[in-house]
């Protein structure tokens, strides 16, 4: 599953470069090759067990009278142990591509991806091309100023985030009534189930040797997952 998405995320984000660069421009490509295409995967799985059943122990005892007025009595323990369990899976994984080799020649790679599987970063649309629209449209109209003499000359960078989370659970309710023990129709196991995978991109510009991010392009992308790694503690 983890190669199909990655599949899905590179062949939406070429396309979606190659869409932006055939734009009519003044400033050359919008993209352009010696720029670079951070990835960074999330997928993470927690999954929480309770059991908790509540029983009572019941003692009917003959009927007293006080004042002559007939009384019942009866007598009720309760008992309600419970316990817990959770188990957190995450899986992570980066890849660097530079936009001037991953832009060509992966036309019969992106010909057939396969989409099947539970995940809605293969099913959905991933919103690449609209998020870079919008922001070279941005970059072009207010662009960054040149750092010197040094290259690159376009810095600017551009991070996208998306997260999709899946919350499922079950509980069971049974109920008891018996002539000394009845159990309340509460809950006795509840099964919970969250899903999150998250997409990370950062564009941005090559190192000098174009086999590394810039070091802003690579910082652009740490604080983008120190951020979001931040959110999820908070949750």
Known sequence: MIYNIKQNIFCEAVSSINRINALPSNFGKAIPDNYSM?????L???EATTLSPTVTYNRTFPNGAESGVTIGQNFGLGFNPNASSTATRTDTTYTYWNVGRITKGNEDFCKDVDRRGSSLLLSSDLGIYRFLDQNVRAAA??????????KPEKIDVYSYDLK???VTGLGIAPSLKLVSVSGLGAPILNLNR????ELLLTFGPSGPDGFEPSGIAFSQQQI???KSSLRLLGQ
């Open 38 to 42: 951070q990835l960074q995967l999330t």
């Open 44 to 46: 993470a799985v927690a």
């Open 141 to 150: 109209l207010l662009r960054s100023s040149k750092v010197g003499n040094k």
């Open 164 to 166: 999709f989370a899946v």
């Open 194 to 197: 969250t899903r999150t995978h």
């Open 224 to 226: 983008t997952t120190l």
